[in-house]
């Protein structure tokens, strides 16, 4: 089976459910955000999540993705992204 394929951005799109990985001082987090406009009336305002775990809020991204049918990009400037999670690209590779 072939892995899932999440592009890497270097800033949130309008367009697009965002997973943000940084480096914070008590470790590695990750945050979640997506644009309102983009939850066809599932959210009222846009919406950004608290940080935490990487791999929580990979999960959490995915969940939100399935529920409103958005695509998930990645900002991970650190290089936390988990090889498990599948394949990170940048759209000038694909």
Request: glycine fraction near 8%; charged fraction near 20%.
């Given at each position: 089976m072939a892995a899932n394929?999440?592009?890497?951005?270097?800033?949130?799109?309008?367009?697009?459910?965002?997973?943000?990985?940084?480096?914070?001082?008590?470790?590695?987090?990750?945050?979640?955000?997506?644009?309102a406009a983009l939850a066809g009336g599932h959210l009222v305002n846009d919406f950004e999540s608290d940080p935490m775990a990487p791999v929580d809020a990979f999960r959490q991204a995915i969940r939100l993705a399935n529920e409103i049918q958005a695509p998930v990009v990645v900002v991970d400037a650190g290089g936390l992204w988990q090889a498990e999670w599948g394949a990170l690209y940048r759209e000038e590779d694909a």
């Amino acid at each position: 089976m072939a892995a899932n394929r999440f592009e890497q951005v270097d800033e949130a799109p309008d367009d697009a459910i965002t997973l943000s990985l940084a480096q914070g001082e008590a470790g590695p987090t990750g945050t979640i955000s997506c644009p309102a406009a983009l939850a066809g009336g599932h959210l009222v305002n846009d919406f950004e999540s608290d940080p935490m775990a990487p791999v929580d809020a990979f999960r959490q991204a995915i969940r939100l993705a399935n529920e409103i049918q958005a695509p998930v990009v990645v900002v991970d400037a650190g290089g936390l992204w988990q090889a498990e999670w599948g394949a990170l690209y940048r759209e000038e590779d694909a």
